[in-house]
Protein backbone atom coordinates (compact mmCIF):
# COMPACT_ATOMS: atom_id res chain seq x y z
CA UNK A 1 0.00 0.00 0.00
CA UNK A 2 2.63 2.87 1.03
CA UNK A 3 4.01 1.34 -2.70
CA UNK A 4 1.31 2.78 -4.05
CA UNK A 5 2.03 6.26 -2.38
CA UNK A 6 5.23 6.28 -3.09
CA UNK A 7 4.81 5.65 -6.43
CA UNK A 8 2.48 8.13 -6.83
CA UNK A 9 4.08 10.51 -5.61
CA UNK A 10 7.34 9.70 -8.05
CA UNK A 11 5.07 10.61 -10.44
CA UNK A 12 4.06 14.06 -9.27
CA UNK A 13 7.75 14.46 -7.96
CA UNK A 14 8.80 13.70 -11.44
CA UNK A 15 6.61 16.13 -13.30
CA UNK A 16 7.15 18.80 -11.04
CA UNK A 17 10.80 18.72 -11.74
CA UNK A 18 10.51 18.24 -15.59
CA UNK A 19 7.78 21.54 -15.60
CA UNK A 20 5.40 19.02 -17.11
CA UNK A 21 1.88 19.70 -15.73
CA UNK A 22 0.64 16.80 -18.17
CA UNK A 23 0.20 14.02 -15.66
CA UNK A 24 0.26 11.47 -18.56
CA UNK A 25 4.12 12.19 -18.84
CA UNK A 26 5.69 9.57 -16.76
CA UNK A 27 3.23 6.80 -17.92
CA UNK A 28 3.63 7.41 -21.39
CA UNK A 29 7.28 8.11 -21.77
CA UNK A 30 9.30 7.64 -18.81
CA UNK A 31 10.79 4.34 -19.23
CA UNK A 32 10.02 1.93 -16.05
CA UNK A 33 13.99 1.35 -15.03
CA UNK A 34 14.29 5.29 -14.49
CA UNK A 35 10.77 5.07 -12.68
CA UNK A 36 12.06 2.45 -10.43
CA UNK A 37 15.36 4.42 -9.72
CA UNK A 38 12.89 6.93 -8.34
CA UNK A 39 11.03 5.27 -6.37
CA UNK A 40 14.27 3.45 -4.67
CA UNK A 41 15.45 6.33 -4.30
CA UNK A 42 12.62 7.38 -1.97
CA UNK A 43 12.56 3.89 -0.52
CA UNK A 44 15.83 3.95 0.52
CA UNK A 45 15.98 7.73 1.69
CA UNK A 46 13.26 6.26 4.35
CA UNK A 47 15.46 3.31 5.77
CA UNK A 48 18.18 5.86 7.62
CA UNK A 49 15.48 7.78 9.38
CA UNK A 50 13.94 4.09 10.48
CA UNK A 51 17.19 3.19 11.68
CA UNK A 52 17.91 6.41 13.77
CA UNK A 53 14.31 5.70 15.32
CA UNK A 54 14.82 2.41 15.89
CA UNK A 55 18.58 2.82 17.71
CA UNK A 56 17.61 5.60 19.72
CA UNK A 57 19.06 8.56 18.49
CA UNK A 58 16.02 10.56 18.79
CA UNK A 59 16.20 9.85 22.73
CA UNK A 60 12.83 9.46 22.32
CA UNK A 61 12.15 6.54 24.44
CA UNK A 62 8.54 5.83 23.53
CA UNK A 63 9.72 5.74 19.78
CA UNK A 64 12.50 2.99 20.64
CA UNK A 65 10.32 0.96 22.66
CA UNK A 66 7.59 0.92 20.26
CA UNK A 67 10.09 -0.18 17.47
CA UNK A 68 11.33 -2.91 19.46
CA UNK A 69 15.02 -2.97 18.03
CA UNK A 70 17.13 -2.86 15.05
CA UNK A 71 15.82 -4.43 11.66
CA UNK A 72 17.01 -7.16 10.16
CA UNK A 73 19.37 -5.84 7.64
CA UNK A 74 17.52 -7.88 4.83
CA UNK A 75 14.35 -6.78 5.76
CA UNK A 76 15.79 -2.69 5.38
CA UNK A 77 17.85 -3.60 2.31
CA UNK A 78 16.21 -6.05 -0.03
CA UNK A 79 12.04 -6.89 1.20
CA UNK A 80 10.77 -3.05 2.02
CA UNK A 81 12.35 -1.44 -1.35
CA UNK A 82 11.22 -4.40 -3.26
CA UNK A 83 7.71 -4.22 -1.55
CA UNK A 84 7.77 -0.65 -2.39
CA UNK A 85 8.91 -1.15 -5.76
CA UNK A 86 6.38 -3.54 -6.61
CA UNK A 87 3.37 -1.13 -5.36
CA UNK A 88 4.23 1.48 -7.46
CA UNK A 89 4.92 -0.50 -10.24
CA UNK A 90 0.89 -2.03 -9.48
CA UNK A 91 -0.24 1.87 -9.14
CA UNK A 92 1.69 2.86 -12.48
CA UNK A 93 0.35 -0.27 -14.45
CA UNK A 94 -3.58 -0.59 -13.10
CA UNK A 95 -3.84 3.30 -12.40
CA UNK A 96 -5.51 2.12 -9.20
CA UNK A 97 -6.96 4.87 -6.96
CA UNK A 98 -4.45 5.66 -4.48
CA UNK A 99 -6.18 7.19 -1.96
CA UNK A 100 -7.87 4.27 -1.12
CA UNK A 101 -4.34 2.99 -0.74
CA UNK A 102 -3.13 6.25 1.60
CA UNK A 103 -6.19 5.92 3.43
CA UNK A 104 -5.61 2.17 4.44
CA UNK A 105 -2.06 3.01 5.13
CA UNK A 106 -3.11 6.14 7.75
CA UNK A 107 -5.71 3.50 9.23
CA UNK A 108 -3.11 0.53 9.60
CA UNK A 109 -0.33 3.35 10.99
CA UNK A 110 -3.13 4.85 13.59
CA UNK A 111 -4.11 1.29 14.87
CA UNK A 112 -0.58 0.07 14.63
CA UNK A 113 1.17 3.40 16.37
CA UNK A 114 -1.56 4.23 19.05
CA UNK A 115 -3.37 0.75 19.79
CA UNK A 116 -0.80 -1.96 20.11
CA UNK A 117 1.81 -1.75 22.48
CA UNK A 118 5.01 -1.79 20.33
CA UNK A 119 5.42 -2.47 16.52
CA UNK A 120 5.95 -6.51 17.14
CA UNK A 121 2.42 -6.93 19.00
CA UNK A 122 0.65 -8.14 16.09
CA UNK A 123 2.94 -10.66 14.93
CA UNK A 124 3.90 -12.19 18.76
CA UNK A 125 -0.10 -12.34 18.82
CA UNK A 126 -0.26 -13.90 15.47
CA UNK A 127 2.72 -16.18 16.81
CA UNK A 128 0.49 -17.37 19.54
CA UNK A 129 -2.76 -18.16 18.14
CA UNK A 130 -1.12 -19.82 15.19
CA UNK A 131 1.03 -22.24 17.54
CA UNK A 132 4.43 -21.36 15.57
Request: glycine fraction near 6%.
Amino acid sequence: MSGMSVGSLCVFLINHSLGSRDKRFVDDTLPTSIFVVYVMLLAFMWEPVEFYLEAGYTHIDRITNWFQGVEFWGNRLITDPGLTVAGALLQRKYKINVWYARAFTLLWMIVNICVFPNSMWLQTWLQQQLAF
